[in-house]
């Protein structure tokens, strides 16, 4: 069975650095592409972060170009989103997701509010 489950959220102050986990059961991060999703309050999910599985290809929305890393621990099986310059925009809950087969997984999200 697929399983998601994204972990690392809190609330930081603007300017801040939170590090988000993914730990994936059921399949091999190391084996399929790996997206962050996000959803703020009352807004459609964004797309945020992309991994190829070959873990070569890293692609960011532009409005966290520069700011956020993704990256994958095989070892683990977990992917990572590094959140540097935090701004209360990135404000949101957070969602790891794999597409397997045609079909889109996503596991429960984690929450993160920038605020002062």
């Known amino acids: 069975e697929v399983q998601l489950q994204a972990s690392g959220g809190g609330l930081v102050q603007p300017g801040g650095s939170l590090r988000l986990s993914c730990a994936a059961s059921g399949f091999l991060v190391s084996s399929y592409d790996m997206l962050w999703v996000r959803q703020a309050p009352g807004k459609e999910p964004e797309w945020v972060s992309f991994i190829n599985s070959g873990g070569v290809r890293t692609t960011y929305t532009d409005s966290v170009k520069g700011r956020f890393t993704i990256s994958r621990d095989n070892a683990k099986n977990t992917v990572y989103l590094q959140m540097n310059s935090l701004n209360p925009e990135d404000t949101a809950v957070y969602y790891c997701?794999?597409?397997?087969?045609?079909?889109?997984?996503r596991g429960q999200g984690t929450l993160v509010t920038v605020s002062s």
């Open positions: 997701n794999v597409p397997i087969s045609g079909k889109g997984y």
